[in-house]
Nanobody
Framework: QLQASGGGLVQAGGSLRLSCAAS????????MGWFRQAPGKEREFLAA????????YYADSVKGRFTISRDNAKNTVYLQMNSLKPEDTAVYYC???????????????????WGQGTLVTVSS
């Protein structure tokens, strides 16, 4: 089970840190990712982190502004979001990937477990 939190209302240029607490499984051995879905748009991949935390990957839309990290001792993954823009407004989801797709990169595949989402609203 994944529980995302930390969303809220923030002004453009501000920051938020999202958390994703995992329970019930050995999530410390999984790739973890963050996604978002804005109203009327498809779900968008944002960032992923390897099980050890040594590797990260970011979508171009958030590279340089967002940072993904994890604390396996706490079974928690974070998404630090800086320089937020109104277009970052969306429901943000965390997810766990058990096995990457064959032939793809380590963060690519069908994510197996999903959190319930937390709403981030960025005002202009």
């Amino acid at each position: 089970q994944l529980q995302a939190s930390g969303g809220g209302l923030v002004q453009a240029g501000g920051s938020l840190r999202l958390s994703c607490a995992a329970s019930g499984r050995t999530f410390s051995s999984y790739v973890m990712g963050w996604f978002r879905q804005a109203p009327g748009k498809e779900r968008e991949f944002l960032a992923a982190i390897s099980w050890s935390g040594s590797s990260t990957y970011y979508a171009d839309s958030v590279k340089g502004r967002f940072t993904i990290s994890r604390d396996n001792a706490k079974n928690t993954v974070y998404l630090q979001m800086n320089s937020l823009k109104p277009e970052d407004t969306a429901v943000y989801y965390c997810a766990a990937l058990i096995k990457a797709v064959d032939g793809g990169s380590w963060y690519q595949g069908v994510y197996d477990y999903w959190g319930q989402g937390t709403l981030v609203t960025v005002s202009s």
